[in-house]
T-cell receptor, first 114, second 119 residues
Framework: AQKVTQAQTEISVVEKEDVTLDCVYE???????LFWYKQPPSGELVFLIR????DEQNEISGRYSWNFQKSTSSFNFTITASQVVDSAVYFC???????????WGAGTKLIIKP | GAVVSQHPSRVICKSGTSVKIECRSL??????MFWYRQFPKQSLMLMAT?????????EQGVEKDKFLINHASLTLSTLTVTSAHPEDSSFYIC???????????????FGPGTRLTVL
């Protein structure tokens, strides 16, 4: 069975704090992709990152960083020095079949307070 | 790059009417597009996979006669909600993926969504 779990339903932090969003996945496939998307209040889903299962290198993009650990089946997302504009719902997703379909986590609502 | 547009962004209609939603890939070609439905405070629910030049593949529980999908070109897919009723009110989102063989084939790029309200 394939599954994505985002156990944190909602996180609230004060601006400039660091925050980590957790994502745990399940799949029996050896080749798969992991994604993070951001959905601000406007509703549009913004692509943040795609990670191949064979690439365990962590990635940093500005204030965003991702930690991929196959040993724990996790793909966590950290925002450093959070800003109010980071407030959104963040979705983690898994693609493990050749049909390009995504298995979605339930999403984590991130609230950054000024 | 990888921009997907959706039109209209918002529509209000009377019960019984049909509504067409367009999804376009603006700067890339897409043989495959996806249509999702999202209820408030919930994750995305895949409705169907739209394939250029062939019939769409619907997920279990989605009525194909109610949600008509046409993918007539490599840049356009349409979703028509036929005889809409209040329970069809929702946020509909499309996504598109680049052609097979491109570096980002596995990445879905999303449109801005269409909020449908059926009175």
């Amino acid at each position: 069975a394939q599954k994505v779990t985002q156990a944190q339903t909602e996180i609230s932090v004060v601006e400039k704090e660091d925050v980590t969003l957790d994502c745990v996945y399940e799949t029996r496939d050896t080749t798969y992709y992991l994604f993070w998307y951001k959905q601000p209040p406007s509703g549009e889903l913004v692509f943040l990152i795609r990670r191949n299962s064979f690439d365990e290198q962590n990635e940093i993009s500005g204030r965003y960083s991702w930690n991929f650990q196959k040993s724990t089946s996790s793909f966590n997302f950290t925002i450093t020095a959070s800003q109010v504009v980071d407030s959104a719902v963040y979705f983690c997703a898994l693609e493990a079949d050749s049909n390009y379909q995504l298995i979605w986590g339930a999403g984590t609502k991130l609230i950054i307070k000024p | 790059g990888a921009v997907v547009s959706q039109h209209p962004s918002r529509v209000i209609c009377k019960s019984g009417t049909s509504v067409k939603i367009e999804c376009r890939s603006l700067d890339f070609q897409a043989t495959t597009m996806f249509w999702y439905r999202q209820f408030p405070k919930q994750s995305l629910m895949l409705m169907a996979t739209s394939n250029e030049g062939s019939k769409a593949t619907y997920e279990q529980g989605v009525e194909k006669d109610k949600f008509l999908i046409n993918h007539a070109s490599l840049t356009l897919s349409t979703l028509t909600v036929t005889s809409a009723h209040p329970e069809d009110s929702s946020f509909y989102i499309c996504s598109a993926i680049n052609l097979p063989g491109t570096s980002d084939t596995d990445t879905q790029y999303f449109g801005p969504g269409t909020r449908l309200t059926v009175l």
